[in-house]
């Protein structure tokens, strides 16, 4: 399975990017390699709209299969929602590490909506 993770650098110890759409880049984790992959989301940071769409079409394309953010507003959630993406919110204060070790282990429960309305930055 494959886990991305919104990130404000490019190593598993950077932390987790509070801002899902307009993140630094997302770190891909695949659980059945336990390695990481960086993709950027320069297409999300530099986009006057929609950058939760195109961050989430990103993750998509990736094969990501859940994703671990801060927020995530209605748009991108749909978005994420339409892929099959489970969407798990509330991870900033973490490491991706962390966050992820959290995920493997139970603690993070997936979310039914998005918690920030849209434009959030």
């Not at 339409?82 to 509330?90: D, L, S």
Request: aromatic fraction near 6%.
């Amino acid at each position: 399975m494959k886990i991305s993770i919104s990130s404000q650098g490019s190593n598993p110890d950077s932390a987790v990017d509070p801002r899902f759409g307009r993140a630094a880049q997302f770190l891909i984790y695949d659980t059945d390699t336990a390695s990481y992959e960086v993709i950027s989301n320069s297409q999300g940071q530099e986009a006057a709209q929609g950058a939760g769409i195109k961050a989430a079409e990103t993750i998509s394309r990736c094969g990501a299969q859940v994703l671990i953010t801060g927020h995530c507003g209605p748009k991108a959630f749909s978005t994420l929602k339409a892929a099959g993406i489970e969407v798990i919110i509330g991870a900033e204060g973490l490491s991706v590490s962390q966050a992820v070790d959290k995920y493997k282990s139970g603690q993070f429960d997936a979310t039914n909506s998005s918690d920030v309305r849209g434009h959030w930055k």
